[in-house]
């Protein structure tokens, strides 16, 4: 076949089967699943559809031995420390959804997609029009210890990602805790009651930095209430990192309901369906005890 003729049925084909073409080829490397997804993505635009396209692009740029954990179908796994893709690869991953999805997505909104599911969130709500929550804020140990009540050595949260209705937060037990002398001797193990008082430091810092709190103020305390739908399904141990994740339930002042859990390297190790937080405002406190207090002198003389 000439040029000439080979240029003639190129310039002869649709422009559908041209898209699908092009997808084919930028797609050609990753799952075949991904490339059925996207192929119906462009003719139905199923939202439903989102996940498989985004998560097969991810998977063509991860290295083999990480991806049981991108498949692992937990949300809080993160690119960069869970799946070792640095700034530039995330990059080249999301310029590939851009043209899978036909969509345009701006470098600064990149900021804020650290786990997969940011990134799920992110896209769908890009595909769907949806307004896209705003990014994550993330406080490193200094800026942590600063916000919070609890401090060292009653502290078991090192750094923090808080988004409107959500958070995250590592832990790493180093095995100097006090506590883990005696629990148990010669046989460290992280106490339960403690990783559900991380999860509920964790649903305090959320509070505060969501609310706009300072603790300098000193004019409030935040109390954990009460937790149900607890299960612990491993031991946790001196060297171990504790991944930390709530999410808001539901919020009626002076009350806030969490739902949480914690994993190690991927595996889960603690759940939590509620977690409860009760807010107290001293001075609201005080005043209330004081009325009482002048209210039960008359009461007496009744």
């Not at 049925?9 to 084919?24: D, G, I, M």
């Not at 399904?233 to 002042?253: F, T, Y």
């Not at 390297?265 to 609201?284: M, R, T, Y």
């Amino acid at each position: 076949m000439s040029d000439e003729s080979a240029t003639t049925t190129e310039s002869s084909k649709t422009p559908e089967a041209n898209r699908e073409a092009q997808l084919r080829e930028a797609l050609k490397r990753c799952p075949p699943e991904t490339i059925v997804a996207a192929l119906a993505f462009e003719e139905t635009k199923d939202p439903s559809l989102v996940p498989t396209v985004v998560m097969g692009i991810v998977e063509r740029f991860l290295d083999p031995e990480v991806v049981d954990k991108l498949k692992s179908g937990d949300d809080s796994v993160r690119f960069m420390e869970e799946l070792g893709m640095d700034s530039l690869t995330m990059f080249e991953a999301v310029m590939l959804v851009e043209e899978a999805l036909d969509i345009s997505i701006k470098t600064e909104e990149l900021a804020g997609l650290r786990t997969v599911g940011d990134m799920k969130s992110f896209i769908a709500a890009k595909v769907s029009g949806e307004q896209i929550e705003s990014s994550s804020t993330f406080y490193p140990l200094e800026e942590v210890a600063a916000a919070m009540p609890q401090q060292d050595p009653f502290m078991f949260l090192q750094s923090a990602e808080i988004w409107k209705e959500r958070a995250t937060g590592v832990y790493e037990i180093s095995g100097n805790e006090d506590f883990l002398a005696g629990h148990f001797k010669n046989d460290p193990v992280f106490p339960a009651s403690i990783l559900l008082e991380a999860l509920g430091q964790l649903g305090v810092l959320h509070f505060l930095k969501t609310v706009g709190l300072d603790r300098s103020e000193n004019d409030f305390s935040i109390f954990l209430t009460g937790t149900d739908g607890v299960r612990c399904h491993r031991v946790c141990r001196p060297g171990e990192k504790l991944e930390l994740a709530i999410d808001l339930k539901r919020r009626r002042d002076p009350m806030m309901v969490y739902s949480g859990k914690i994993t190690v390297g991927g595996e889960k190790a603690a759940v939590a369906e509620e977690i409860s937080l009760v807010f107290v405002d001293k001075k609201e406190a005080e005043k209330k005890a004081e009325e009482k207090a002048e209210a039960e002198p008359k009461e007496t003389e009744q």
